[in-house]
């Protein structure tokens, strides 16, 4: 599909829930930038978030998919704001009026909004330094699923496999493993 249509693809279909849009977005773009998780490490975050802004605001396609999901994107000043008619965080619950402020931004950058600030690309790398660190824990020579699945998986320094990472970020920062 890819090669037919000559887009990336960064998920079929139905994304999921809006932070699940948010980590992929964020490391798609990431993954455009750079070439491996060691360039990321290597680039600072203030040049990372330099070019991701780039990027989100020439890139139409890019930008109108987000947007037409319903995730706002924060720009790097941390004020202003790129969204489409709908929007899935905040859930107003009743309220006709929701207080923008920096603790509310700071929800909603949490919960589902893409994420352009420094402050969001330092923790990208601080997560990618853990990532890199855990896989480094594992033993070698224990072929167990659970090691071998982390290892065929997040072998992703170089070739930054974005589900694989975000599955990483769901299953160790949210805690979401789970076995059926």
């Given at each position: 599909l890819q090669a037919e249509t000559g887009s990336d693809s960064v998920a079929f279909e139905l994304?999921?829930?809006p932070r699940l849009t948010k980590l992929l977005y964020e490391i798609y773009m990431l993954k455009r930038l750079c070439n491996s998780i060691s360039e990321v490490l290597e680039t600072s975050a203030e040049k990372l978030s330099a070019m991701?802004?780039?990027?989100?605001?020439t890139d139409d396609e890019l930008r109108?998919?987000?947007i037409s999901v319903g995730t706002p994107i924060l720009l790097s000043d941390g004020k202003t704001y790129l969204r489409g008619?709908?929007?899935s965080v905040p859930v107003f619950e009743g309220q006709?009026?929701?207080t923008v402020n920096d603790v509310n931004i700071g929800k909603w950058t949490s919960q589902g909004w893409l994420d352009l600030r420094v402050s969001n690309l330092e923790f990208w790398q601080?997560?990618?330094?853990?990532?890199?660190?855990d896989q480094a824990l594992e033993p070698e020579d224990d072929y167990s699923?659970?090691?071998y699945r982390n290892r065929r998986f997040l072998d992703a320094k170089e070739r930054m496999d974005i589900g694989a990472i975000v599955n990483w970020v769901l299953?160790?920062?949210d805690k979401g493993y789970r076995i059926k």
């Open positions: 994304l999921g829930p991701m802004e780039e990027m989100i605001l109108a998919t987000i008619p709908s929007i006709p009026v929701l601080k997560r990618l330094h853990c990532l890199l660190d699923s659970y090691y299953e160790y920062e």
